[in-house]
């Protein structure tokens, strides 16, 4: 078995400050993986670099593509990338005005990830985005609305099916649960929960709330400045922390 | 009519031609591909049909004839003028017949007359950009053709369907290149769209405020975006020409009067007249 | 009997660098074998590390040295070493768990908790609801409850449901922290039975227990463990 993602040696500079400093993992198929940190940490920097999205200073990005096997995603031609990204990857942004189209229907945003690979029947196309609006909990009456009159929940939910429509094998997130309500929050954790164990769906999530990553995250990795300062399990960080910034991260959160 | 004095041939300086001739070529040999090129200031404003102007005046010799249509018609204002205009500043013969005609600049339209060999078509474009509407950054439409990457283009027809049971895009109407290219066939409705396809005359679009050109060469294919189960097709009308009799021509609506007296009529008036006189003829 | 669990030499010092870098010793060379159909009992003061063993078997709390080795399947895998994705591979099939608490996910019903483990096997839902139903019914969680999420429910109830979900999948290997704590007596006994039952099944047993009727009750064997 191979790694869906081998990452060696990540790093990252903006000039001479450190976004993030060699950073290695391996991520395996159906793993799902938390970074956690405080802002500046470099968790958004090095997710924006394992997806693609930021070229690294130094070290490599490795991913387990279907026809090649791990290969350096920088080393991809433009169009074998963007084809990853939006096939077997998807990207799940906080915000999901970033990741949605706000002038078109709900039904198109999903379709479209359909209709970039080659889906061209319209009957299809629909009754797999109206499938997948069920799967997020959407109402399939909903389809032809924009993205515009929906809650901050919903869009997060129809971000999640837009990205899920076309299988992939992981899923970059970045604080995922950002900016909802509270009792919105739990409902967008639990569906992810359920996805990702459902699809067998490995996951890089960043944030920078713990709960988070108790419900969905296999592995955590903790990064102050630019560094990965513990891995490991996620309940034994969380449980039983030993580096002095992850035990300060950890006690540092509020019991309700 | 006399030719202007003090102008060069049709206008436009040798140099200026030269690049648009450069571009236009390049236009060819990468059929559906937008040239950037330097445009220039024409004495018409921009909308008016500057491009296609400009395309015109670097193809056109004297030995040509030349029709101008706007809607179909040779007789509005902007095919008059345009007409007229080559023809003070190039001396070249004019025409209406489209059979009679070695260039042709459009707008809107392309003429029922089929066209043959040796004809040039040159359309005047407003907005060449196909991927526009959904992506406003030219760094990233460029991005986009030079990876063919138009998967996006179908959420429009989607959007279509959604929202009206039907593709509703009637002018302006998406299309591919030579199997390539996404390209914007100006303005024309989409009646228009299956002569573009294989078509034995060489077809220029011009967009001056844009400053692109390109070209459809001919006997290229080009293809209406579409999805399996609600494939392209072209208008239909219930009723034929109210002048010509004509079932199979694009028709115009024309308001004969104020109480809702209205009639259907060829928007190309040269196709129609030259049917009327068969038809005079004949009787 | 197979030798389930071989911890050796095992160390563990908490260092609380948020209070100044107190170091806090548990337990230092601690050793425990614990073979199939055994029910082994760490008692000893309070503070002597019988929770942090038990997480430590768990692969929830992390040992300075030593190792613990446990039998997975055919082969034997040191939780103290293994990668997560080995951990949680070996908690899905082979180590079971009953907190203290039970950490309820939010809009999951209580069926649903206790069926988990056994989805997570592969058992089709149909069959794992009806197990998990069994388990409830046995202990006493009326059936009007089994469809809401657990966080709502008394700390007894969510003692329970937690009870239920450990013994629901049948792991080879079963750890036991304080599962009757905040029991009656009537539900202590049915703790009771399903611990004899795993016992007799061939389940491997460690737990830690605070009165002294269950532990009596159920020990093979009584490890004690000194400060």
Redo the contacts between chains.
Sequence with gaps: MTPLLQVSGLTRMYGNRVGCRDVSFEL?PG?VMGIVGESGSGKSTLLSCLSARLEPTSGTVAYDTREDGLTDIYALS??RR?LLMRTDWGIVHQNPRDGL?MG??A??NV???L????A????A??AEAGEWLRKVEIDAER??DLPLTFSGGMLQRLQIARNLVTHPRLVFMDEPTGGLDVSVQ??L??LL?RLVIDLGLAAVVVTHDLAVT??LA??LMVMRRGEVVET?????VL??P???YT??LV?SVLQP | MTSAQGYNFAYLDEQTKRMIRRAILKAVAIPGYQVPFGSREMPLPYGWGTGGIQVTAAVLGPSDTLKVIDQGADDTTNAVSIRRFFARTAGVATTERTVEATVIQTRHRIPETPLREGQILVYQVPIPEPLRWLEPRETETRRMHALADYGAMHVKLYEDVARFGRIATTYDYPVLVNGRYLMRPSPIPKFDNPKMHMNPALQLFGAGREKRIYAVPPYTEVKSLDFEDHPFEVQRWDQACALCGAADSFLDEVVTDDRGGRMYVCSDTDHCSARQEIREAAE | MTVMIEVESLSKTYVLHTQGGVEIPVFAGAALTVGTGECVTLHGPSGTGKSTLLRCLYGNCKPDSGAIRVRHGDTAVDIAAAAPRVVIEVRRRTLGYVSQFLRAIPRVPALDVVAEPLRALGVDAEAARVRAGELLSRLRIPERLWHLAPATFSGGEQQRVNIARGFAAKHPILLLDEPTASLDARNRAVVIDLIGEAKAEGTALVGVFHDDEVREAVSTRIHTMQG
């Design positions: 395996w793993e433009e169009p963007r189209r078109v229907s039904g198109a379709g479209e990830r209709m970039a690979v080659g061209r029947h319209y009957g196309i629909r389809i032809d739990a409902r954790l639990d929960r108790r419900l296999h592995r490991g399990l996620t309940d034994q449980d039983d030993h580096h002095p035990q300060l006690s």
